[in-house]
């Protein structure tokens, strides 16, 4: 895969990469349905949800091997902002199954881990 520089992008940053593509395409479709945009464009609201978006995933300190935003530790989004993702993710996440399967499943799977890690952390807690 080539990355916004247009040199090969190295394995450990390719999911990064990936994400950076993808979240513009993702606001876009969830703009289109949800906002009613037209012609490929999307409302100022959604417009700087992804400048947003790309600002922060630059400044990511999980660059290498990146899993996805919504199950950071960290969550470095502002809460308004982080509302709005989280809304986009779980209305355009299971659509992307259509266009970008490897994606979504990859995100299905994190899912599964990250859910499965948190009942265990609150488990461990419980038993402290
Ligand atoms: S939420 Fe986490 S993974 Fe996403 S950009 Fe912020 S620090 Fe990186
Ligand atoms: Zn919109």
Redo the contacts with the bound molecule.
């Keep these: 895969m080539l990355g916004s520089t247009g040199r090969k992008t190295p394995e450990e940053l390719r999911a990064w990469e990936k994400e950076k593509k993808l979240i513009p395409v993702m606001i876009k479709k969830y703009c289109r349905a949800k906002h009613k945009v037209k012609g490929g464009g999307m409302c100022e609201e959604c417009a700087s949800l992804t400048e947003y978006a790309l600002f922060?995933?630059e400044k990511?300190?999980?660059k290498e091997n990146?899993?996805f935003?919504s199950f950071?530790r960290?969550?470095?989004?502002k809460s308004d902002a982080r509302e709005k993702i989280k809304q986009v993710m779980r209305w355009a996440g299971p659509r992307m199954i259509f266009t970008h399967p490897a994606f979504a499943l990859k995100h299905v799977i994190q899912m599964i881990i990250y859910r499965r890690n948190t009942k265990k952390a609150a488990k461990a807690k419980e038993n402290v």
Aim: hydrophobic share 25%; glycine share 0%.
């Design positions: 922060r995933l990511c300190p999980f990146k899993r935003c950071c960290i969550h470095c989004y």
